[in-house]
């Protein structure tokens, strides 16, 4: 399985912007689903943007859509998360993740991820 490793997390302050990055080890994910996914303190895992193998479709909880934007470019093997206009309610560890599955439609069909990256937002 492929390896991938986040980076961009940090602390900002609410209103403000980050943007996630996570690269891949292997080539085999450019023919995978994507997407970023995020724990907050007791709460739930949820997909918070979702991106096909070709970037040709993605999709977001509504809670952050209209503020965040997912990509990936296949030739770097890197997926984006563009966060602007950020709220306290975002604080939590977001996760890269990739999907072998054929059109994975639940969380559970993201069987790779990495370490996770820190996101805390102040009010």
């Known amino acids: 399985q492929a390896q991938l490793v986040e980076s961009g997390g940090g602390l900002v302050q609410a209103r403000g912007s980050l943007r996630l990055s996570c690269v891949a080890s292997?080539?085999?994910?450019?023919?995978?689903?994507m997407a970023w996914i995020r724990q907050a303190p007791g709460k739930e895992r949820e997909i918070v943007a979702a991106?096909?193998?070709?970037?040709?479709?993605?999709d977001y909880a509504r809670s952050v859509e209209g503020r965040f934007a997912i990509s990936r470019d296949n030739a770097k093997l890197t997926l984006s998360l563009q966060m602007n206009n950020l709220k306290p309610e975002d604080t939590a560890v977001y996760y890269c993740?990739?999907?072998?599955?054929?059109?994975?439609?639940?969380?559970?069909?993201?069987?790779?991820w990495g370490q996770g990256t820190q996101v805390t937002v102040s009010s």
């Open positions: 993740e990739a999907s072998n599955a054929y059109r994975p439609g639940s969380i559970v069909d993201y069987n790779m």
């Open positions: 292997q080539r085999t994910v450019r023919g995978y689903d």
């Open positions: 991106i096909t193998w070709n970037g040709g479709s993605t």
